[in-house]
């Protein structure tokens, strides 16, 4: 793929990524290899957009639950993909 490439070839300060989710694991693993840390947007259903439904909890890494609506979207990919 291109993207462990231009990690090499570059200077990079961070990885954004969107898209779906197997994408976006694929490419939070290859900044991780390469040291740089990487940002996720994540998308879930979300039926309030406020906080208040739950419908887009997600867990974390570390064992807290977050909601993508309102913690989010963008988290640390450390913290939402093991
Ligand atoms: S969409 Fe309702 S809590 Fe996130």
Known sequence: ???????????????????PEIMMRGVAKIAKEHGIPCEVSLEKRMA?????????S??????QRKKVCKDGPVFPAEEVFA
């Open 48 to 56: 309030c957009g406020l906080g208040a439904c739950l419908s887009c």
């Open 58 to 63: 997600i867990d974390t890494t570390d064992g």
């Open 1 to 19: 793929t291109v993207l462990p490439e231009l990690l090499e070839k570059g200077s990079y300060d961070v990885v954004v990524t969107c898209g």
